[in-house]
Nanobody, 114 residues
Framework: VQVVESGGGLVQPGGSLRLSCAASGSIFSIVAMGWYRQAPGKQRELVAA???????NYADSVKGRFTISRDNAKNTVYLQMNSLKPEDTAVYYCYAHITTTNYWGQGTQVTVPS
């Protein structure tokens, strides 16, 4: 199974970015997909997740600004990030929970300068 992210970059405060993540390979059942992020010197934290049934979960810090969506047919998840803040700067990691295992992407950098 491979998990590949795209869409990171540098954006000014108040701007928007859209991250994409696609899972491929021997996939029988994706239970959930989502995004974590890790800022320098901090622990990795959950940003947003979505189940195969569409249930969503967000970190309090991103509620109202970020939206997660999913295309089950393409095994792809998206993270629309609006009203970005400097504290959103981090490496964003996508994961796919398949059967009983989490598979991770390599990470994509999001930078919002102060």
């Amino acid at each position: 199974v491979q998990v590949v992210e795209s869409g990171g970059g540098l954006v000014q405060p108040g701007g928007s970015l859209r991250l994409s993540c696609a899972a491929s390979g021997s996939i029988f059942s994706i239970v959930a997909m989502g995004w974590y992020r890790q800022a320098p010197g901090k622990q990795r934290e959950l940003v947003a997740a979505i189940t195969s049934g569409g249930s969503q979960n967000y970190a309090d810090s991103v509620k109202g600004r970020f939206t997660i969506s999913r295309d089950n047919a393409k095994n792809t998840v998206y993270l629309q990030m609006n009203s970005l803040k400097p504290e959103d700067t981090a490496v964003y990691y996508c994961y796919a929970h398949i059967t009983t295992t989490n598979y991770w992407g390599q990470g994509t950098q999001v930078t919002v300068p102060s």
